[in-house]
């Protein structure tokens, strides 16, 4: 699975941690470090696989197996928010298409 941020959305570090603001409403996010580190890896070219081995479980204590299953589930859940799209391919910046072939 690959996947990139969506549009229309704010996002600055602050410490160790990602705020982001969603412009449609509002709302604003708090990511803590590991969701930061996986946000700020969110290229669409990349995939999580290879996020989760050079990213996440190089820089934290976790194993291979409880870092991929907890960054599927994070990518989900901030899919389900509007604030990520993936995709079973590479994307680029331009790719309007999101996962399942939904406009994003």
């Not at 996002?11 to 590991?34: G, K, T, W, Y």
């Not at 190089?58 to 899919?79: G, H, I, K, N, Y």
């Amino acid at each position: 699975m690959f996947f990139t941020r969506a549009g229309q959305l704010a996002a600055r570090r602050v410490a160790d941690e990602v705020v982001i603001l969603r412009a449609h409403d509002s709302s604003l996010f708090v990511l803590n470090p590991v969701a930061s580190a996986l946000w700020e890896a969110a290229d669409g070219r990349t995939s999580l696989d290879t996020v989760v081995r050079d990213v996440i479980c190089q820089d934290f204590d976790v194993d291979p197996e409880t870092a991929r299953r907890d960054a599927s589930e994070l990518v989900a859940a901030l899919e389900a928010e509007g604030l990520l799209r993936t995709s079973e391919e590479p994307m680029t910046a331009a790719d309007p298409v999101a996962h399942e072939g939904r406009p994003a």
